[in-house]
Nanobody, 116 residues
């Protein structure tokens, strides 16, 4: 059974930092972090692939750092210089390839609140 469990969310003041971690079970091809702000669609934050490539999407580059090891089924997200607009639920995602078809799996999400 494929599972993903996030940890590390919480409340932080603007300019602060948080580190999110995710541990999974499953034969993942790629692991990612997504986030969903109130009233908005879920968006990609960054990913780690089996080749070791790590990428954070442009709007968050410079403030957020992805690390992890897909073979070890772990991915982390270091968030610095947090802003109120970073508030949302952060989800860990894992992609499993079955018969050449990708299947997405999600963690339960962890709340991040940035506020003064």
């Amino acid at each position: 059974q494929v599972q993903l469990v996030e940890s590390g969310g919480g409340f932080v003041q603007p300019g602060g930092s948080l580190r999110l971690s995710c541990e999974g079970s499953g034969n993942f091809y790629m692991m990612s972090w997504y986030r969903q702000a109130p009233g908005k669609q879920r968006e990609l934050v960054g990913s780690v692939t089996t080749t070791g490539r790590m990428n954070v999407v442009d709007p968050m580059k410079g403030r957020f750092t992805i690390s992890g090891d897909v073979a070890k089924r772990t991915i982390s997200l270091q968030m610095n210089s947090l802003r109120p607009e970073d508030t949302g639920v952060y989800y860990c995602n894992g992609v499993v390839i079955v018969d050449r078809t990708p299947h997405d799996y999600w963690g339960q999400g962890t709340q991040v609140t940035v506020s003064s």
